[in-house]
DNA sequence: GTGAAAGCGCTAACAA
DNA sequence: TTGTTAGCGCTTTCAC
């Protein structure tokens, strides 16, 4: 390795003000709030700035409390899932595909717990390093919305029931999907229908859950057994296991992800049963795989990236002062497929 | 929305000082270096500083030129890639298994053009809002290297040819491997082996395919029709519509990734022709669709994840004043599945 | 409309 | 070992 080239400094605002025969209050203002300076000497000003190649210094802004330009991305969730789970990658996608227009940056934090987790976001927005936030894959009970607010720091919550926080919120509402995939099982003659939830402690698996729930108490059938699957391949294998291994077996399943749905597929196929003749099997997210898996999968189309690029646009709008709306709603859609005729 | 509460500040260096009964100067010192102050103060301040609940500000520390614990990742390419592409959400996935345990951010931007990267590196680094890069998707003649090489910018090149620049490299070298399939299709019988190229910019889509070009050369073969696919479903199907469409068929196809081949699966599905039967086809990648094809992919598995991984850890070194290895080579590798007996 | 000056929270050189 | 001081680049109040 060669020494690298020390680099000349990089103009500041004195650089501009010097050339521009004025001094830095003069050029901030006219740089800024454009108020307060002749048009003369703004346009004296700007036109110094662009000859020196000059830009802000985020650091010196973010001190004065200014705005960065740069929304933050704290993930309570191992990084792992950005590889495996549908969600994040996509979502990402879709509030890159705002910024990248808007010259903003994107945080992101992945962090191991609830005590990390709010110690970043506190630090994150108190010194300025982040505009706002983008709060996603809400538990129950979750204490961030509450806390941000206490905060002051602007933010748009995916995912969350309406109504529940003061922020903006996108809701992410299957109902309806799920209710039509429960009434297509409930025609086709199903009175036995497992669910494998992803988890537990998370909002989005319980709303699935609940509206599978309601759909069959709407259509006078009991629910069936439950297992948790933890959204993964290997989690929805393992609930499978559990729901053969149970007395009487289902002959429909829902899982709460396409992930869990493929690993079903596998111990199913293992067991000697047929999709969809033995048991049918429906998934969630609608995953490039679940067109290409055999059989097809039937799941409910969520719109991921959809959530993350509209999030986003509604957060920078609140952060130029717009009113945002209090809540966006994204519906899924089910796909039927031969998984579950 | 109800007001949020402005929010107590936070505690600033002044008041650790003076709830310790020193000066300024004294808790940084012991905060930072730890020299310079006796051990008795330095502990009656990081006491202090813990009673108070203080964190340093970002931009205090950026303003002075300091490192703030960031590492960048500046994309040229549409957001939709990591939604799409095997490769960018598994690697940053990698990235961020490093940087959760380290207290470190991500900062990621895409960019439009060659002109907005070129600045966003310039701003990023030279205010210090981030203390190295990650460099990846490198393409033809990328002058990327030497101009953060210029800025003395940490950083670490991923996927690029050992040796082309002054900074570590991590190498993803997938030459054996392609061999290896390129002998297995020869073995076979097979004398016209087309390939399918990513985009002709890019340095891995050029590597594969020099890689193709060398195997047949040492097999004695020719190398057969090449074809841009663009890396996505459509253009790898796009392509071999143009393959078919051309004179003589090949008898086997080489895909720069596995998107691309299972683009091509439709189209030699809907021309009639069977896999392997009338076309072998290998893609690239190993991504989870691979083996739930039909039939399952033959592929060359690449570890993106831990290109990824590699990446941050040498540059987290880097950063704390570590001599990082020039080279670090990461291997693809065959994974024959019956696409290509 | 413009300049001067104070200050954001911190680091580092210099004195004491 | 400690305190003092002068900035880092910018915004913003306050005179003029």
Redesign the interface.
């Known amino acids: ?2 020494a ?4 000349r400094k ?1 103009p500041t605002i004195s650089d501009v003000a010097q050339r521009a025969g004025v001094t830095k209050g003069a050029v901030s203002r006219a740089l800024n709030s454009g108020t307060g300076v002749s048009s003369g000497t703004r346009e004296r000003i700007r036109q110094a700035a662009v000859e020196l190649g000059w ?1 802000p ?4 802004r ?2 004065n409390g200014k705005a960065l330009g ?1 929304i933050g991305l704290v993930v309570r969730r ?6 495996f789970d549908a969600f ?3 979502f ?6 705002v ?3 808007e010259e903003h ?8 717990d609830a005590q990390t987790e709010a ?1 970043t976001y506190e ?2 927005f ?4 982040v505009d706002g936030f983008l709060v996603t894959d809400l538990r129950v009970d979750d204490e961030r919305p509450a806390m941000l ?4 720091a602007p933010a748009v919550v995916v995912g969350a029931p309406e109504g529940s926080s ?2 903006p919120t996108i809701s992410n509402d299957s109902r309806e999907a799920i209710r039509s995939l429960v009434h297509r099982f409930a025609d086709t003659g199903h009175r036995r229908v497992a669910h494998v939830q992803g988890d537990p402690g998370m909002l989005h698996a319980l709303q699935r859950r609940r509206h599978w729930e309601e759909a069959l108490h709407d259509f006078g059938l009991e629910p069936g057994p439950v297992e948790y699957g933890g959204y993964t ?1 290997e989690g929805g294998a393992q609930a499978t296991e559990r729901l053969l291994d149970r007395g009487e077996r289902p002959t429909a399943v829902f899982y709460g992800s396409d992930l869990m749905a ?1 690993g079903g597929y596998s111990v199913l196929g293992e067991a000697g049963l047929a999709i969809p003749g033995d048991v049918a099997v429906a998934g969630f997210d609608d995953i ?2 679940a067109s ?3 059989p097809p999968l039937t799941t409910v189309r969520s719109r ?2 959809e959530l993350g690029s509209s999030a986003a646009r509604i957060l920078l709008d609140m952060l130029k002062g717009q009113e945002p709306p209090a809540v966006t709603r994204m519906t899924g859609e089910l796909r039927l497929r031969s998984s579950a005729g």
């Not at 191992?78 to 590889?83: A, K, M, Y």
């Not at 990402?92 to 595909?97: H, K, V």
């Open positions: 390795m060669t690298p080239t020390p680099g990089r830009s210094s985020y650091a010196a973010a001190l740069t191992s990084p792992e899932i950005l590889d994040f990658a996509s990402l996608s879709g509030i890159e595909s910024l990248s227009g940056a994107t945080v992101i934090r992945f962090v191991p110690t630090r994150l108190e010194d300025r390093f607010h206490r905060m002051g003061d922020f391949i493929i490039t795989l290409f898996a055999s991921h990236r």
